[in-house]
């Protein structure tokens, strides 16, 4: 009994030893390229199926990742798909343990942030012909790569906000065509008063949203080298275009949707139900309503030109290689084989816009209004590449906000978000 | 724990025998067997792992301007994260939202749970599915009743089309969730409505065992139905009152689900709570130094506020002792 005693305590702190080491330590290093009969796997991580989304999942599965491994016979992709909302704490929880993929299509702003502590290669130094590669990409796309001289990805997927309307409610705004300009609006602004359909819907107050306004009204956020808020994101030009804003939100024509009311109808379901009459949003839109609202017949143009002109923001996806790849070589194979056009083509069919200007006519006859989003996208900016991104989005929803309610004027609103994003940008 | 009650038995029966006129045996000791510490090395090594071991952690990355994705890079920072958290505008009002939500879910928890209990205490055919019924929220996913709770108090939910399409009540749609006394107003009524049957089950059990005999005898004396259920119930069940508080209370500043799904802190961090926050800190800012000094700061609040309870009622008891 006492002896079995002894094994059993010695079995068990032996299983507990080997369970904590099993815990703390890394798989074991492997060459960067495998053989047929030894093939490597590449582990990719990336957020296509968002949404209940099978159609994107299914052309990289069944069409690409197989006609890659044939191309590539030493290399098998696995992808594995998480859900957008999560995917950054998983890639945060998953870099602190040790457990990232080797490739990750990363959210464009999300590029410089694990840039900065380390996480990613940069393409740029280890990627001969990065420069080759790049160089046939939107530049504000690439631009998105780029920390401390660097570049850490390639563009993958790109997208921009364009204008959506709804002809019904232009109908009932007495207007046959889209809002082209800040006047046009204001012409509809005044038909709409008291109709029940409001002029403009948005969900925030973010970079993402609020830029469109402030460059096509002529202004900008930051200085040319993105060191600097103050005096540009609260410059007289900025103040007029958020006030033209902020009067329409006060007589009701946009709703409180975009001061963070979770409760409001959203853009989605608002624009078909003709309950708003325009919004600025993305080209996965169409596979949206084709789904829910397939008689809805939206109208797509550009963003209506201010003093500045039409232009909007740039959004998308990166491919980065992670650090801690144990697959380096193959991984950049597999980097190498996105930029190509079978890829590019292939994802644009279902939904997700080529970086690769020179397809976008061949984008273009997938569907008509391709066409407006790569046009849109020749005069589109990127955000700030700042690895504080997140941090700048909460302050430009944190301070516009009371301006919108009419807690805060908007001079003083942007006076503030100008002085937090200078510290943000300075740290 | 099970050998420090078999070796004080031990010496118990020794103390008891050497008095006697007749020295006992002389027994061979028995050598302490390892089979008690290994049914407890399983648990203990889980607790350590998955409780003790983060919480250290956490309190260390406290200290530091923490890199979380290389632990070597972060930068001792001393206490700068608590004084930040002291000097910041937003730990505060979430602090005190989750004060609120505290203060307004556990005693209505625990007052609609007792009355319920004392409803369903007597035996009737009806009484199990009603159980059931009010202990089906407890049971429910926090998600599944969040998104609902979400989609009730929609600007074109059921809550609204009953009060101003049906009762005609309101002139327009109320925005519940577009402000931060409203939108709290949402979070407690989930809250409340989805802990009283765990509170119901609770006293439940508890009422079981207050003695019929003391209720009789209070019924001999004259003592009507109010008399009774303060002097001899109320009493009776205090034990499960205590333990009720102290768990409503950790799990009301524990907070977060309902927060995040229903209302993500917004509008514009309104309703930020003090869990939500420290998410936001860790996972959208990576700001894991500064995240973990708020974790430590709950914890410590969570900590004094038990104890406390547990003081204050053990006085309570001592005084109806004596």
Same mark, same amino acid.
């Given at each position: +009994?006492? #002896?079995?005693s002894?094994?059993?305590?010695?079995?068990?702190a032996?299983?507990?030893?080997?369970?904590?080491?099993?815990?703390?330590?890394?798989?074991p290093?492997?060459?960067? @390229?495998?053989?047929?009969?030894?093939?490597?796997?590449?582990?990719?991580w990336?957020s296509?199926?968002?949404?209940g989304?099978?159609t994107?999942?299914?052309?990289?599965n069944?069409?690409l990742?197989?006609?890659?491994?044939?191309?590539?016979p030493?290399?098998?992709?696995k992808?594995t798909d998480?859900?957008?909302?999560?995917?950054?704490?998983?890639?945060?929880?998953?870099?602190?343990?040790?457990?990232?993929?080797?490739?990750v #299509?990363?959210?464009?702003?999300?590029?410089?942030?694990?840039?900065?502590?380390?996480v990613?290669?940069?393409?740029s130094?280890? +990627?001969?012909?990065?420069?080759?590669?790049?160089?046939?990409?939107y530049?504000?796309?690439?631009?998105?790569?780029?920390?401390?001289?660097?570049?850490?990805?390639?563009p993958?997927?790109?997208?921009t #906000?364009v $204008?959506?309307t709804?002809?019904?409610?232009?109908?009932?705004?007495?207007v046959?065509?889209?809002p082209?300009?800040?006047?046009?609006?204001q012409? +509809?602004? @005044?038909?709409?008063?008291?109709s029940?359909?409001?002029?403009f819907?948005?969900?925030?107050?973010?970079?993402?949203?609020?830029s469109?306004?402030?460059?096509?009204?002529?202004?900008?956020?930051?200085?040319?080298?993105?060191?600097k808020?103050t005096?540009y994101?609260n410059?007289?030009?900025?103040?007029?275009t958020?006030?033209? $804003?902020?009067?329409?939100?006060?007589e009701g024509?946009?709703?409180?949707?975009?001061t963070g009311?979770k409760g409001?109808?959203g853009?989605?379901d608002?624009?078909?139900?003709?309950?708003?009459?325009?919004?600025?949003?993305?080209?996965?839109m169409?596979?949206?309503?084709?789904?829910?609202?397939?008689?809805?017949?939206?109208?797509?143009s550009?963003?209506p030109?201010?003093?500045?002109g039409?232009?909007?923001?740039?959004?998308?996806?990166?491919?980065?290689?992670?650090?801690?790849s144990?697959h380096?070589?193959?991984?950049?194979?597999?980097?190498?084989f996105?930029?190509?056009?079978?890829?590019?083509?292939? +994802?644009?069919?279902?939904?997700?816009m080529?970086?690769?200007?020179?397809?976008?006519?061949?984008q273009?006859?997938?569907?008509?209004?391709?066409?407006?989003y790569?046009?849109?996208?020749?005069?589109?900016?990127? #955000?700030?590449?700042?690895?504080?991104?997140s941090?700048i989005?909460?302050v430009?929803?944190?301070?516009?906000t009371?301006?919108? $309610?009419g807690?805060?004027?908007?001079q003083?609103?942007?006076?503030?978000?100008? @002085?937090?994003?200078?510290?943000?940008?300075?740290? | 724990?099970?050998?420090?009650?078999?070796? =004080?038995?031990?010496?118990?029966?020794t103390?008891?025998?050497?008095?006697g006129?007749?020295?006992?045996?002389?027994? !061979?000791?028995?050598?302490?067997?390892?089979?008690?510490?290994?049914?407890?090395?399983?648990?203990?090594?889980i607790?350590?792992?998955?409780i003790?071991?983060?919480?250290?952690?956490?309190?260390?990355?406290?200290?530091?301007?923490?890199?979380?994705?290389n632990?070597?890079?972060?930068?001792?920072s001393?206490l700068?994260n608590?004084? !930040?958290?002291?000097?910041?505008?937003?730990?505060?009002?979430s602090?005190?939202?989750?004060?609120?939500?505290?203060?307004a879910?556990?005693?209505?928890?625990?007052?609609? =749970?007792?009355?319920?209990?004392?409803?369903?205490k007597r035996k009737?055919?009806?009484?199990?599915?009603f159980?059931?019924?009010?202990y089906?929220?407890?049971?429910?996913?926090w998600?599944?009743?969040?998104?609902?709770f979400?989609y009730?108090f929609?600007?074109?939910?059921?809550?609204?089309?009953?009060?101003h399409?049906?009762?005609?009540?309101?002139?327009?749609?109320?925005?519940?969730?577009?402000?931060?006394?409203?939108?709290?107003? %949402?979070?407690?009524?989930?809250?409340?409505?989805? =802990?009283? &049957?765990?509170? /119901?089950?609770?006293?439940?059990?508890a009422?079981?065992? %207050?003695?019929?005999?003391l209720?009789?005898?209070a019924?001999m004396d &004259?003592?009507? !139905?109010?008399?009774r259920?303060?002097?001899?119930?109320?009493?009776?069940?205090?034990p499960?009152?205590v333990?009720?508080s102290? /768990?409503l209370?950790?799990?009301?500043?524990? %907070?977060?689900?309902s927060v995040?799904?229903i209302t993500?802190g917004?509008?514009?961090?309104?309703t930020?709570?003090?869990?939500?926050y420290?998410?936001?800190?860790?996972?959208?800012?990576?700001?894991? &130094?500064?995240?973990?000094?708020?974790?430590?700061?709950?914890?410590?609040?969570?900590?004094?506020?038990?104890l406390?309870?547990?003081?204050?009622?053990?006085? !309570?008891? =001592?005084?109806?002792?004596a």
């Amino acid at each position: +009994m006492k #002896r079995s005693s002894k094994l059993g305590l010695a079995v068990v702190a032996a299983t507990a030893i080997s369970l904590l080491a099993a815990g703390c330590s890394s798989g074991p290093a492997s060459s960067g @390229s495998g053989t047929k009969a030894n093939p490597v796997t590449i582990t990719f991580w990336g957020s296509y199926g968002n949404g209940g989304n099978s159609t994107q999942q299914d052309a990289l599965n069944k069409t690409l990742i197989p006609a890659f491994e044939k191309a590539n016979p030493g290399i098998k992709v696995k992808y594995t798909d998480i859900a957008y909302d999560s995917l950054l704490q998983k890639l945060t929880t998953s870099a602190a343990g040790g457990e990232l993929p080797d490739v990750v #299509r990363a959210d464009l702003g999300w590029v410089p942030q694990f840039a900065q502590n380390g996480v990613l290669v940069p393409l740029s130094t280890s +990627m001969s012909d990065y420069k080759s590669l790049a160089a046939k990409d939107y530049p504000g796309n690439v631009a998105t790569n780029l920390y401390k001289g660097k570049y850490y990805g390639l563009p993958l997927d790109t997208n921009t #906000r364009v $204008l959506i309307t709804d002809q019904a409610a232009l109908t009932k705004a007495g207007v046959s065509a889209p809002p082209a300009t800040f006047a046009d609006l204001q012409t +509809m602004a @005044s038909k709409l008063k008291g109709s029940g359909v409001s002029l403009f819907a948005d969900s925030g107050l973010g970079a993402w949203n609020i830029s469109p306004w402030i460059w096509s009204g002529g202004g900008e956020l930051t200085n040319k080298g993105e060191t600097k808020a103050t005096g540009y994101l609260n410059s007289a030009t900025n103040v007029q275009t958020v006030q033209m $804003l902020v009067d329409w939100y006060k007589e009701g024509l946009i709703p409180n949707l975009l001061t963070g009311n979770k409760g409001a109808t959203g853009t989605s379901d608002g624009l078909p139900k003709t309950k708003y009459a325009t919004i600025f949003d993305g080209p996965w839109m169409a596979g949206i309503w084709s789904g829910q609202y397939p008689k809805f017949q939206p109208t797509y143009s550009p963003i209506p030109a201010g003093p500045g002109g039409s232009v909007s923001v740039v959004g998308g996806e990166d491919i980065v290689l992670t650090a801690s790849s144990t697959h380096q070589a193959a991984a950049e194979k597999f980097l190498r084989f996105t930029q190509t056009s079978q890829f590019q083509l292939a +994802m644009a069919k279902t939904g997700q816009m080529t970086v690769v200007p020179a397809l976008a006519a061949d984008q273009a006859k997938f569907a008509t209004y391709y066409q407006v989003y790569s046009d849109q996208l020749k005069t589109a900016k990127s #955000r700030i590449a700042s690895p504080n991104q997140s941090k700048i989005d909460t302050v430009l929803s944190t301070t516009l906000t009371p301006a919108f $309610l009419g807690k805060s004027t908007v001079q003083a609103a942007l006076d503030s978000a100008a @002085s937090q994003v200078d510290a943000l940008l300075a740290g | 724990m099970a050998l420090t009650t078999t070796a =004080g038995r031990a010496t118990d029966s020794t103390s008891v025998a050497r008095p006697g006129p007749v020295s006992p045996p002389r027994r !061979r000791k028995r050598r302490p067997s390892a089979t008690p510490y290994l049914f407890l090395l399983p648990g203990v090594v889980i607790f350590v792992v998955a409780i003790i071991w983060p919480a250290i952690s956490a309190f260390q990355m406290s200290l530091y301007r923490w890199n979380v994705f290389n632990s070597q890079l972060s930068q001792w920072s001393g206490l700068d994260n608590y004084v !930040r958290a002291f000097q910041d505008p937003h730990f505060w009002l979430s602090l005190s939202n989750s004060a609120i939500y505290m203060v307004a879910t556990v005693i209505p928890q625990m007052v609609i =749970g007792l009355a319920i209990a004392l409803l369903l205490k007597r035996k009737s055919p009806s009484q199990p599915i009603f159980r059931v019924l009010f202990y089906l929220p407890v049971v429910t996913s926090w998600v599944v009743v969040s998104l609902l709770f979400k989609y009730l108090f929609d600007d074109s939910g059921l809550v609204n089309f009953t009060l101003h399409d049906f009762l005609h009540l309101e002139s327009t749609n109320t925005s519940w969730l577009a402000e931060r006394g409203s939108a709290l107003v %949402v979070i407690c009524l989930l809250g409340i409505w989805k =802990g009283i &049957g765990w509170s /119901m089950m609770i006293y439940l059990a508890a009422l079981q065992g %207050v003695p019929e005999a003391l209720e009789e005898a209070a019924e001999m004396d &004259g003592a009507n !139905r109010w008399q009774r259920f303060r002097a001899v119930t109320l009493p009776a069940i205090n034990p499960a009152t205590v333990f009720l508080s102290v /768990m409503l209370v950790i799990g009301g500043l524990n %907070v977060f689900i309902s927060v995040q799904l229903i209302t993500g802190g917004g509008p514009v961090g309104a309703t930020d709570v003090v869990l939500t926050y420290m998410y936001q800190q860790a996972f959208s800012f990576s700001d894991f &130094g500064y995240a973990s000094a708020l974790a430590v700061i709950l914890a410590v609040l969570v900590l004094v506020l038990a104890l406390l309870q547990l003081r204050i009622t053990r006085t !309570r008891d =001592g005084e109806e002792l004596a």
